[in-house]
């Protein structure tokens, strides 16, 4: 499969030219897409692993779910990601999965996409456990529509950054750089891939530092690698502004990546450099303040056949409500409507 990717700097000018979308624009979208209607999701994964009485989500009753879920739909949410560090559907079974959904329905929430979360492919000690719930996930999506899952590199934080006061702070894992390596991920994401294609699923790639889709130039060949019609990114450079080094620019990255995404975790960070020193440094922001400016960043994707689900990301104080804010955010720098492709 071939992909066509602008190698220009971003631009927001209304009349940018588009070179067409390059995965495919999933069933159950608006004929005409508007800043009112286009799908913007949360992350469940804020609200942590267990409900108020330390229930296991995994385990909770539906009125516990419920009852989280209300606190999504009072902060004015339409569409959640439940995230598999929240509860993981992969691993309920049947009844318990349809209870899931019903009772998402019953909230009144979409889903438009799964993320999975540090469950790496070809993690060294967990790879082959990760690529059958892998499976098992694409299974679970296709069971209840849900149009897209969201796989990536990224594996369980170490024991510094876990205790680091933000976990981006110390280095984590990096992939093998050696090509049989390489070749491995590309095979296994393959095979998930055809997996969806076959129940109806898009993938999406999600872009994470020191992993095969850490800078731009990799993760475009990395999807070219695969070579499935139903591939794409999720340019989360959110993830790489944050970093406490020298990075890609964020335009360069998105005239590469934007092109190729069907979904997107957005997150904003304001970062700093003393020449003196040599240190950088950076903390959470919200979308409109933070370094990326997510204004051009959304023409330029929109201009270049973006349309899929957005999903507000937001790390420390009060995520819920920031997410909110973000998600207006975007609601105004959207165009006013968006012909579906």
């Not at 909770?60 to 419920?66: D, K």
């Not at 205790?163 to 491995?184: C, I, K, M, N, S």
Request: proline share 7%; hydrophobic share 40%.
């Amino acid at each position: 499969m071939e992909h066509s990717v602008s190698s220009t700097t971003p631009t927001d000018a209304p009349g940018a030219s588009a070179p067409g979308p390059t995965t495919r624009v999933w069933d159950g979208y608006p004929e005409v897409l508007t800043r009112e209607n286009w799908p913007i999701t949360v992350p469940m994964m804020i609200h942590g692993n267990t409900v108020a009485d330390g229930t296991p989500v995994q385990q909770a009753s539906a009125e516990q779910w419920a009852e989280v879920l209300d606190v999504m739909v009072d902060a004015g949410y339409q569409n959640i990601d439940p995230t598999d560090t929240w509860i993981q559907i992969a691993d309920l079974s049947p009844a318990r999965l349809e209870e899931f959904a019903a009772t998402v329905r019953a909230a009144g929430l979409g889903i438009p996409a799964f993320s999975t979360s540090r469950r790496s492919v070809v993690d060294p000690d967990h790879g082959d456990e990760h690529l059958a719930y892998g499976h098992r996930a694409i299974d679970a999506c296709a069971a209840i529509g849900i149009p897209l899952i969201s796989f990536g590199f990224m594996r369980a934080l170490t024991p510094a950054q876990s205790r680091a006061l933000w976990f981006w702070h110390e280095p984590g894992p990096v992939d093998d750089p050696a090509p049989e390596a390489r070749a491995r991920a590309v095979a296994r994401i393959r095979e998930l891939a055809r997996h969806a294609g076959e129940v109806g699923v898009q993938v999406s790639l999600e872009m994470y530092e020191d992993t095969y889709l850490g800078t731009a130039d990799s993760a475009v060949r990395f999807v070219e690698e695969v070579g499935e019609d139903n591939v794409g990114l999720n340019p989360d450079y959110g993830n790489f502004v944050r970093l406490h080094r020298e990075i890609e620019h964020w335009d360069e990255v998105a005239a590469k990546t934007l092109p190729l995404a069907n979904y997107w975790h957005l997150k904003n960070y304001l970062r700093d450099h003393d020449p003196a020193t040599g240190a950088w440094f950076s903390h959470p922001a919200t979308l409109e303040t933070g370094t990326i400016n997510y204004r051009k960043a959304i023409g330029y994707a929109v201009a270049n056949g973006f349309r899929g689900a957005f999903c507000v990301e937001h790390y420390g104080g009060d995520s819920i409500s920031v997410g909110a804010t973000n998600r207006e955010y975007i609601r105004r720098v959207l165009p006013r409507t968006v012909p579906a492709l």
